[in-house]
């Protein structure tokens, strides 16, 4: 998209109009913010979304010190022309506090359960909380860098690709032994307890080492999210 391509917002007097962003994927609302024709502008131009930050009164690229950037998939003023509707791939987690959207609860706070019915985009599911996974990406990026004499996740990625990729496969038959004993146990019609337990915790290491082989080899999951992304919309 050109500069040539920027619409024609109807600023307010203080030259401002506020900015809805919504992601790509599935039509979540992750932030509202405010864009003056500058910030317009850089974002066109760059691709990336910015905004005018008004209590620093200057343009501000989201991201900038986070690195979880917006990146432009399009644009769409509303019906009067004052505001303006930003779809984007997010990189990480919106919201300062580590949660996807700005409109989530703290990330340990309660959640409200929705009452369940049918909605335009399916039936109604939970959120899963896989932004909490940002948390132990953080965790583990922090080893890698540090490298404590006390971390397992140190140990793991000192000793190279072979060392934590074979936890990698030893998780993953782990996980399909755990998914095998809980079919076993649903087809025999008996309690189900311990083998969804064996199955969630099994699953659990399986992601815990392929985060920590992704940091071995210097690779961000952004790039796999990505990856997935691409492979959604295809």
């Given at each position: 998209m050109s500069a040539d391509a920027a619409p024609a917002v109807r600023f307010g007097?203080?030259?401002?109009?506020?900015?809805?962003v919504q992601d790509a994927l599935d039509g979540r609302?992750?932030?509202?913010?405010y864009i003056d024709a500058e910030a317009l502008a850089a974002t066109i131009a760059t691709g990336e979304v910015h905004f005018h930050s008004r209590s620093r009164d200057r343009l501000w690229r989201k991201g900038e010190t986070s690195g979880n950037v917006l990146r432009l998939r399009d644009l769409a003023l509303d019906c009067d022309g004052d505001g303006i509707l930003f779809t984007v791939d997010p990189v990480g987690p919106t919201c300062h506090r580590g949660t996807r959207s700005c409109f989530d609860p703290e990330p340990d706070a309660p959640r409200a359960t929705a009452a369940p019915g049918p909605t335009t985009?399916?039936?109604?599911?939970s959120a899963q909380g896989f932004a909490w996974l940002e948390?132990?990406?953080?965790?583990?990026?922090?080893?890698?860098?540090?490298?404590?004499?006390?971390s397992y996740t140190a140990r793991l990625i000192a000793g190279g690709v072979d060392v934590a990729g074979r936890k990698v496969t030893e998780e993953?038959?782990?996980?399909l032994m755990a998914a095998k004993d809980d079919a076993s146990a649903a087809a025999?019609?008996?309690d189900r307890t311990a083998t969804r337990a064996a199955l969630s915790g099994e699953t659990a290491d399986l992601l815990y080492h392929a985060l920590v082989l992704l940091a071995e080899r210097g690779l961000e999951p952004a790039e796999v999210i990505s990856t997935l992304r691409e492979?959604?919309?295809?």
């Open positions: 007097s203080d030259g401002l109009a506020p900015a809805i609302v992750l932030m509202l913010a985009a399916g039936p109604a599911r948390t132990l990406w953080a965790t583990i990026a922090e080893r890698a860098s540090a490298r404590p004499d006390s993953a038959t782990e996980v025999a019609g008996v492979r959604h919309r295809a």
